[in-house]
């Protein structure tokens, strides 16, 4: 089974990939980290040095790599399904479920993590959350192309692994 969860940045998709990958005893990874580690830059310093454009090719190089392995569960950055027809290679690949959570709940978790977060820091709180809800007006268009779409008090184990169940 290969699982793919998108959504935006603080839905918990990297906690909600871990969970599933001990239950269908699988790999787990973290696009984002993956990308790091081929490049050897933070994402950080991948965007201040190379730009965006970079990342997202080499964020797209990452991701198609997959296409070789058998069974998987990948945590995607949050921008990842909107580049390089992302969504629909996932798609045709394996499994999608976005991960919706309130964008308040996204800016609180934001906020928590925010020397993590370098696209936030030195905003204000209504800056963070306007910032959240251009983003998610801009890439709703490409996660609603997922097959699974779980929101807010929806996003739990028992949800997620029925639609585990349903590909297994």
Same mark, same amino acid.
């Given at each position: 089974?290969?699982?793919?969860l998108?959504?935006?940045? $603080?839905? $918990?998709?990297? =906690?909600?990939? @871990? ?7 699988? $790999?787990?990874y %973290?696009? %984002? ?5 081929? &490049?050897? +830059?933070?994402? #950080?310093?991948?965007?201040? !040095?190379d730009? &965006? %454009? =970079?990342?997202? +090719?080499?964020?797209? @190089?990452?991701?198609r ?5 058998? *069974? ?7 921008? #990842? ?7 629909q290679w996932m798609n @045709?690949?394996g ?5 919706d ?6 800016v609180d978790? *934001?906020?928590?993590?925010?020397? =993590? ?8 709180? %209504? !800056? ?5 809800? @251009?983003?998610?007006?801009?890439r /709703?268009q ?8 779980? +929101? $807010?008090?929806?996003? /739990? ?7 585990? +169940?349903? =590909?297994?």
């Open positions: 089974m290969k699982l793919f998108i959504g935006m940045m $603080g839905t $918990g998709k990297s =906690h909600w990939a @871990k969970y599933l990958s001990k239950k269908v005893k699988t $790999g787990c %973290d696009l %984002d980290y993956l990308v790091e580690t081929s &490049e050897e +830059k933070t994402i #950080t310093e991948i965007f201040a !040095e730009g &965006e %454009d =970079h990342f997202r +090719k080499a964020e797209a @190089k990452v991701l790599w997959f296409g070789e392995k058998k *069974a998987y569960v990948l945590a995607t950055g949050g921008g #990842t399904p909107c580049f390089s027809n992302n969504i @045709k690949e499994v999608t479920i976005w991960i959570e309130p964008v308040e709940t996204l978790r *934001a906020k928590q993590q925010i020397e =993590h977060r370098p696209a936030i820091q030195g905003l204000s709180d %209504d !800056e963070i959350l306007q910032l959240f809800q @251009k983003r998610l007006a801009e /709703t490409y996660y609603s192309q997922a097959q699974y779409h779980l +929101k $807010g008090e929806g996003i /739990t184990e028992a949800a997620l692994l029925k639609i585990v +169940k349903q =590909h297994a």
